[in-house]
T-cell receptor, first 113, second 114 residues
Framework: DVKVTQSSRYLVKRTGEKVFLECVQD?????MFWYRQDPGLGLRLIYF???????EKGDIPEGYSVSREKKERFSLILESASTNQTSMYLC????????????FGSGTQLSVL | DQQVKQNSPSLSVQEGRISILNCDYT??????FLWYKKYPAEGPTFLIS?????DKNEDGRFTVFLNKSAKHLSLHIVPSQPGDSAVYFC?????????????FGTGTRLKVLA
């Protein structure tokens, strides 16, 4: 079974801090994604990557950046955390670039105070 | 502009009865559709999917129906069990603004009453 591991289940940060959310997948998947989930808004795509060192903006990239230096690892960076970035962050990976299942990590519940 | 819509935020069903969750989409370029189940404080888990070349896919108690002309899909769970209580997300995937993406709906919270 594919394993997508997110480094933290819960994080509490202060406004203005730089925050790193790490995600590792163990199935040699090409594609990795970062979503955030908020009540009533569903899952919204922040950034995604189809290859090492490649990144593309999703629907809500403002305030975020990403890094993919190795195929198995995709990091989400909050340059200067704000209270409106309090959310559940979900990393996902998929094998195929055109269809197929997304495999999700357990999520990181981030609170920005 | 919401391309994938789940118009029912919540649904309650008696144990043993059928649960029907609905999802509508707007982009005819979507070619693969998925349903995910999510418990609180956990990541979504894959339930079932369907390709746009099919109109039905079944896996145990779960069946997904796709009506391409209506741009509508539904998930049927029968019989419903208390352990099915969770939030269900539908997702549509395909080329969107030049790249392949997965777009999720806002979710439907299913409560199965014992």
């Amino acid at each position: 079974d594919v394993k997508v591991t997110q480094s933290s289940r819960y994080l509490v940060k202060r406004t203005g801090e730089k925050v790193f959310l790490e995600c590792v997948q163990d199935m040699d998947h090409e594609n990795m994604f970062w979503y955030r989930q908020d009540p009533g808004l569903g899952l919204r795509l922040i950034y995604f990557s189809y290859d090492v060192k490649m990144k593309e903006k999703g629907d809500i990239p403002e305030g975020y950046s990403v890094s993919r230096e190795k195929k198995e690892r995709f990091s989400l960076i909050l340059e200067s955390a704000s209270t409106n970035q309090t959310s559940m962050y979900l990393c996902a990976s998929s094998l195929s670039r055109s269809g197929g299942k997304l495999f999700f990590g357990s999520g990181t519940q981030l609170s920005v105070l | 502009d919401q391309q994938v819509k789940q118009n029912s935020p919540s649904l309650s069903v008696q144990e043993g009865r059928i649960s029907i969750l609905n999802c509508d989409y707007t982009n005819s370029m979507f070619d693969y559709f998925l349903w995910y189940k999510k418990y609180p404080a956990e990541g979504p888990t894959f339930l079932i999917s369907i390709s746009s070349i099919k109109d039905k896919n079944e896996d145990g108690r779960f069946t997904v129906f796709l009506n391409k002309s209506a741009k509508h899909l539904s998930l049927h769970i029968v019989p419903s069990q208390p352990g099915d209580s969770a939030v269900y997300f539908c997702a549509a995937s395909g080329v969107n603004s030049g790249t392949y993406k997965y777009i999720f709906g806002t979710g439907t919270r299913l409560k199965v009453l014992a």
